[in-house]
């Protein structure tokens, strides 16, 4: 079976900190994806990633800055993390243009 | 940009009901797909749809695409407290680079 595992299942952090979120996949999937889920707004892309050391900015990229510097792994962080960030986070890989497998998500609270 | 909106966003039934959920574009969709998300849990893919005009069952679940692969729904025949999450439904499209778009979730409650 596939795994995306996510490091933290909940975080809580202060306004101004810088907050990195880990994702890893056990199923050498080229793609990689961070999303954001709020109540009412489904999901939204912040950044993806087709290959190492390569990003793209989706939907919602402000604030957000990734990493990917091997195939399995993909960062999400917040350099200065806002109350507005507060926010259930999704990673998520594919093998192709297809079905995403999703991590158990981060619930990241900021103060 | 395209949207894809998903309608209702809340839905609570009795078990043993039957219900649709629906997810309408202006745009086409090369594919889309329909995820369930329990919570504390990611989304899990249930089902994707390519053809326009496809209708694809999973034991009570129907999904179908409709024929000009713009809207897709989805019925869930005599529901079961087991079917409560948040149903989305993602289209993927080539004009956005191959990435998949989502609709809002309906959020789906079943009470025995």
């Known amino acids: 079976d596939v795994k995306v595992t996510q490091s933290s299942r909940y975080l809580v952090k202060r306004t101004g900190e810088k907050v990195f979120l880990e994702c890893v996949q056990d199923?050498?999937?080229?793609?990689m994806f961070w999303y954001r889920q709020d109540p009412g707004l489904g999901l939204r892309l912040i950044y993806f990633?087709?290959?190492?050391?390569?990003?793209e900015k989706g939907d919602i990229p402000e604030g957000y800055s990734v990493s990917r510097e091997k195939k399995e792994r993909f960062s999400l962080i917040l350099e200065s993390a806002s109350t507005n960030q507060t926010s259930m986070y999704l990673c998520?890989?594919?093998?192709?243009?297809?079905?995403?497998?999703f991590g158990e998500g981060s619930r990241l609270t900021v103060l | 940009t395209q949207l894809l909106e998903q309608s209702p966003q809340f839905l609570s039934i009795q078990e043993g009901e039957n219900l649709t959920v629906y997810c309408n574009s202006s745009?086409?969709?090369?594919?889309l797909q329909w995820y369930r998300q329990e919570p504390g849990e990611g989304p899990v893919l249930l089902v994707t749809?390519?053809?326009?005009?496809e209708v694809k069952k999973l034991k009570r679940l129907t999904f179908q695409f409709g024929d000009a692969r713009k809207d897709s729904s989805l019925h869930i025949t005599a529901a079961q407290p087991g079917d409560t999450g948040l149903y989305l439904c993602?289209?993927?499209?080539?004009?956005?680079?191959?990435?998949?778009?989502f609709g809002q979730g309906t959020e789906l409650s079943v009470k025995p």
């Open positions: 993602a289209g993927l499209s080539y004009n956005q680079g191959g990435k998949l778009i």
């Open positions: 199923m050498d999937h080229e793609n």
């Open positions: 998520a890989s594919s093998l192709s243009a297809g079905e995403l497998f």
């Open positions: 990633s087709y290959d190492v050391k390569m990003k």
């Open positions: 749809v390519v053809t326009g005009g």
């Open positions: 745009s086409v969709f090369s594919s």
